[in-house]
């Protein structure tokens, strides 16, 4: 049987119009038409990860996530063991967090993020020189 391999899944993604269909609905398509599942490489799945760390000493308790949306960036974050940074850039609202953080479903819970910022420059202080 030849496997489906897909990089992504997202369902929506902000573009210039407002917000965009991505990746998600093509690959249901495709996933109906082969009469398959497909396997994720890319994110939330923690195979790409995996791949990295496998390749490098990387330490999860040292390591840090930063994205800017909950079902793909903060899910493989959290269910890699990192610290997780949510950027208020992207698709994700600071109330669809606190919704999730107040929800008592473990399946919500993991889309939480340890830490937020509205911006990734917001960083750049805490880099240094």
Known sequence: MVK?????????QPCISGQG?????LVKAV???????AFIVGKPNRYMFDCVAS??????????????RLDTDILMGNSCGL?????????????????????DCPARQS??????????ADLLPALGD
């Open 55 to 68: 390749e490098f000493d990387i330490d999860p308790a040292r390591t840090i996530m930063v994205g800017d």
């Open 31 to 37: 996933e109906t038409a082969a009469q398959r599942e």
């Open 83 to 103: 610290t997780t940074l949510l950027t208020l850039t992207g698709v994700t609202t600071l109330d669809e967090v606190k919704g999730h953080q107040e929800s």
């Open 21 to 25: 269909h991505w990746t998600g609905c």
């Open 111 to 120: 889309l939480v993020p340890d830490y937020y910022v509205d911006s990734i």
């Open 4 to 12: 489906l391999l897909v990089l992504g899944s997202s369902q929506a």
